[in-house]
């Protein structure tokens, strides 16, 4: 550990890091496919295994989120617009967030979930909705694909369980990334989230590099037993963004440490002779005709001492076996030493999450992106019901008579605003329409307020609401004490 903690520098550190990381990996299948490209131009600063076929895994929730964020953008759906959990949606397996059927999320809420949660149950909430089903959303996953010419990919689910058909490359999902920085880039809080709040559960980002690698956006990862440990991720340094994908990796902590390594060398730029075979653009790489690479057994056989599970996103061995000689390499990476690739994890305050309506417009989160990046406002809002296939289930509160209803797949109506509406005033608790009167209550009317709880319309959205006056106070009688009846 001293030995690692003294090095000079950072970029030294991240070459020493990725040399030993090589030579120690055992020559199989279970070898890394990775790439490192330049954000803005696609320029490639190094590729290895990039074209090979590869089961993507969660890092297929890139792509979710990419469809998804079309259909807002095209005012197809908002933000604000409420999905329903469906019973097909909380039949996933694991990792998931577990909500019955019938309840309702925003698109807003459910994005937080699935990038940070990495939850396979609100992928499909989100295609549900979306497209109509996970079908027709595998379908416009795919013509995104070929639009963006990610032609080794093919989608068959929203969450990247195991399917034979759902494939993607190193390639192919830079390529995604790209997209998604160029297409969406005041969406990039979405996967930039180091933490979320829902209910008492505070759930960290399944991403280790957040918080801890300096100038990370963030990103998405995954992992399922024939795929082992993928990250796609960015970093900005010095107004330069550089994308790295690793793909199979042999545990989550190599995997940040791969990634970490790569963006570092990326970054240095000083010596480019390590960068052998790499091309002009990502978008020129060949793809490689092969099966997909399979690596089941190297990370779910039974010579690991505590097999992944198939749905996992976590580590399946705590990081490295502690008697493999890579164990001393991640060990000397600790939090504290001076100049190690990656910092011990931060403390964050995590984004309070939601069920059920808005409480907050959720456009009102990228108002300040969109002001730094000179992008229009959007002009309207759809309103918040619920959209998906239990919408009618027991719970779920219909819409008022005359709402507009938001179908997905559809172009909503979109309900005129007032003039000089600006939504900035966050609610506290839910709307009255959301609580149901017990037996033997009554559900009270504005018009059944005393005058003396009545109030004024302010002359402006600063002015505080002045009282009318109260009346004049009346004595109330006092009640009469009980007597105790006497004992006969």
Known sequence: ??????????????????SVLAVLQPTTASADATLLIEADSG????????????????????????????????RRLTLDTLLTVS???????????GFRPGL????????????????????????????????????????ASHRLGMTQS??????????????SSARDLGLLAMALWNEFPEYDFYWSIPAIQVGKKVMRNTNSLVGRYNGLDGMKTGFICASGFNVVASATRNGKRLIVVVLGS??????????????????????????AGARSRVSDLPPTEAAPVDLRDEMCGSHRKRPAAEDSDEDPVAGIDPTSPQSFLLSSLAPAAKGALLNGPAVFRPIVVHTGPARVPAETQFAAARARLGISEPTAAVASVPVGKNAKRKGVTPPAPGTQVATAGTPPPIPAQPSGFTP????????????????????????????WLSFTTPASADDAAPLTSAPQAVPMPRPRPKTAARKP
């Open 1 to 18: 550990m001293l030995f690692v903690s003294r090095l000079p520098t950072p970029a030294f550190l991240a070459a020493f890091a990725a």
């Open 154 to 167: 093919s989608w068959v689910n929203p969450n990247g369980l195991p399917a034979e058909n759902q494939i």
């Open 43 to 74: 320029r490639v600063l190094h590729t290895d295994k990039a074209t090979l076929p590869w089961y993507p895994a969660s890092v297929t929730k890139l792509m979710t989120l990419y469809v998804t964020l079309q259909a807002v953008k095209s």
């Open 250 to 275: 042999p545990s989550s902590a190599a995997r940040a440490v791969k990634a970490a390594s790569l963006l570092e060398r990326g970054f240095a730029g000083s010596n480019l002779s390590w960068l």
């Open 87 to 97: 019973a097909r949606a909380a039949a996933q397996q694991p990792s998931k967030m």
């Open 424 to 451: 900035s005033t966050q609610v506290v608790g839910p709307p009255p329409s959301q609580f149901t009167p017990q037996p033997g209550q009554t559900t009270a009317n504005a018009t059944d307020r005393p005058s």
């Open 104 to 143: 309702t999320v925003t698109i807003d809420a459910a994005i937080k979930m699935l990038m940070v949660k990495s939850a396979n149950d609100i992928a499909v909430v989100l295609a549900e909705g979306v497209g109509g089903s996970v079908e027709k959303f595998a379908d416009e996953m795919n013509a």
